[in-house]
């Protein structure tokens, strides 16, 4: 048997066995969605079982769910939630673009608020993560953030206590949203709550190397465990 994977989307074969079943196929992953199984075509079609007959040289169709909503506005993919079939889910990994190939740019105000998720990494296509994203996320531990985030809302990880690893991907550090009276609410004290001001040997923070002192200078960051690495 000879079999072609064409990426995470769909696969195709060449056999001479009249049957050929789901245990023939691959199991992909894909971030942000759970894999429904093999089908013969995109939309509709027939779910491939361990004793579906197919013939030679068929082409067939992965089957996704996501594991969360979105807004779609001027072609751009807001993350509103994540689904409460998923709910359970603890590491996270937001994909970059939606099911319908959008890309996901945002992330909305309370978008996972209060789940149990342990990480999360945000890719390089999201530019803004809004006010209280990640708000009382207390298993919350594992932080990145991708390189395309230019904006941080207020209180966006507020109470996180559990928070000791955030990773910068950015070469430019993102804008920090400040609350009415100029006490950072973007970051370290607000974004993640009194967290980092009572605790600062808890959480280390990682840049990158070429980007350190410039993010070292940045007054929201009330720790001296920023490192530098290479990205």
Request: charged share 15%; net charge neutral; with cysteine.
């Amino acid at each position: 048997m000879r079999r072609v994977n064409r990426g995470d989307v769909w696969a195709r074969w060449a056999t001479n066995h009249p049957t050929v079943g789901n245990n023939n196929l691959p199991n992909p992953t894909r971030p942000g969605f759970e894999f429904l199984g093999w089908f013969t075509a995109q939309t509709g079609g027939t779910q491939i079982t361990a004793t579906t007959s197919l013939p030679t040289d068929r082409t067939v169709y992965a089957r996704w769910e996501s594991h969360f909503d979105f807004t779609v506005s001027n072609g751009e993919a807001i993350l509103t939630r994540l689904v409460p079939k998923y709910s359970g889910l603890t590491n996270i990994e937001i994909p970059t673009v939606n099911a319908n190939g959008v890309p996901v740019t945002a992330i909305s105000w309370g978008a996972f608020s209060n789940t149990g998720i342990t990480s999360i990494i945000i890719p390089d296509s999201v530019t803004t993560i809004a006010s209280s994203a990640f708000a009382y996320c207390g298993n919350l531990e594992s932080v990145v953030i991708g390189s395309g985030v230019t904006f941080i809302g207020t209180n966006a990880f507020g109470n996180c206590g559990k928070l000791t690893s955030l990773t910068f991907r950015g070469i430019e550090p993102p804008e920090l949203e400040f609350d009415d009276a100029g006490v950072s609410l973007g970051f370290v004290f607000g974004v993640f709550g009194n967290f980092v001001a009572q605790s600062p040997s808890r959480i280390s923070i990682y840049v990158p190397i070429v980007s350190l002192q410039e993010y070292k200078e940045q007054p929201q960051l009330r720790t001296d465990k920023v490192f530098g690495i290479y990205i």
